[in-house]
């Protein structure tokens, strides 16, 4: 019975009759013995069939058990997905596929070429349709960019998931606060309503990371160099706002109010691995999003951002208008959902003479 090939599009390469047919032939070899290599995952095989029996193969080699036609057929019957597989003409004709072992290494290779293939294309037709949706482009490209680093890993992260018992044993690093008990490494956001005091409030955070002292007059806040972005503002602007706390210099951080794109300031981080700290005022301006009330923008965005906190262990804090609509209710504040699925989230409260942030 000739296994039928699964496609997840029309015309999506490496899904056809020769991908199907090493398959069958690296089935065959396992079926005579053969250990599976470690980049061999269910998910590598593009037929629906294939999977089934993959998986049976390895648990059933898992438990010491070499198969042969009737241990894999009375499995499969066992589990009820022989049909799935098949049926038993489907693996008669695995079993009979290759006449030795011999050339197993080959097909590995090629059916992971193949499984790579799949994924380069899959990853690049999902980017062309997200550009086409008007996505942000920069954030469309970190997508891409760790889909393909999936794609080459063969398979790897086809497992889902983890068991709860192994994060339990694991000993974890304490928390790395830059300012006690309100900011840490990874993504966090500053969100309010516009002319509330957040520039002031990011700008207030500079000094005390760069100088090493308190943060809102009692958060105790190390010393950073700090990459400021200040993207809505001029150098004119900021000295008079330095000059006013009172600020006469400055140890290593640095402003920068033109806007890059994240792939810029990646590079530019890994270069000067100095600067734990990116404070960027604002998000808007950074992503170059028109419309605050995007969801799927601000997602976007906001992913590719938190995606060089957590590759490169520093803090990223980002400015964020509050949407418009007219909420005035600080619990409101923010990305909603977003906000409290994936980020710290720090809220001024507009009926606040002065900026007092607060955790989610």
């Known amino acids: 019975m000739a296994a039928k090939v699964t496609r997840a599009s029309p015309g999506m390469p490496y899904a056809d009759h020769t991908t199907a047919e090493y398959e069958r032939c690296l089935l065959g070899a396992y079926i005579m013995g053969a250990d599976i290599g470690e980049q061999v995952k269910k998910d590598v095989f593009a037929t629906g069939t294939h999977k089934v029996v993959f998986q049976v193969i390895k648990e059933l080699k898992a438990l010491g058990v070499e198969p042969d036609l009737i241990t894999l057929v009375a499995e499969l019957e066992k589990r009820k997905q022989l049909d799935a597989a098949g049926g038993y003409a489907g693996a008669a004709v695995l079993t009979n596929a290759i006449p030795s072992t ?18 380069a294309w899959r990853a690049a037709t999902t980017a062309k349709e997200a550009i086409e949706n008007r996505e942000v482009p920069d954030a469309v490209v970190t997508r891409l960019v760790a889909e393909l680093e999936t794609v080459t890993r063969n398979g790897e992260a086809a497992e889902c998931g983890i068991l709860f018992s192994d994060p339990l044993k694991k000993q974890f690093p304490p928390e790395d606060w830059l300012v006690e008990g ?24 500079v000094t005390a990371l760069d100088q090493g002292g308190c943060f809102l007059g009692s958060l105790r806040a190390r010393r950073y160099d700090v990459l400021y972005c200040a993207l809505e503002d001029t150098p004119k602007r900021i000295q008079g706002r330095v000059q006013k706390q009172g600020i006469e210099t400055f140890n290593g951080s640095r402003l920068e109010t033109k ?28 992503m170059g999003i028109n419309d605050v009330n995007d969801y799927s923008q601000t997602v976007s965005g906001m992913s590719a951002l938190k995606d060089i906190a957590d590759s490169l262990s520093i803090a990223v804090i980002v400015i964020h208008h509050n949407r418009k609509g007219g909420d005035t209710d600080g619990d409101h504040m923010g990305s909603g959902e977003y906000r409290d699925k994936r980020h710290g989230g720090h809220y001024p409260n507009h009926e606040a003479e002065a900026v007092r942030p607060h955790y989610r």
């Not at 309100?182 to 955070?205: D, M, N």
């Open 259 to 286: 806007r890059r794109t994240p792939a810029d300031l990646r590079a530019f981080l890994k270069a000067n691995p100095q600067f734990r700290v990116v404070i960027i005022d604002t998000f808007q301006k950074m």
């Open 102 to 119: 011999a050339n197993k290494s080959f097909y590995e290779a090629e059916v992971l070429t193949a499984y790579r293939g799949r994924g």
């Open 182 to 205: 309100l900011i840490t490494t990874g993504l966090s956001v500053l969100t309010g309503a516009s002319k509330i005091g957040k520039s002031w409030a990011a700008l207030q955070l």
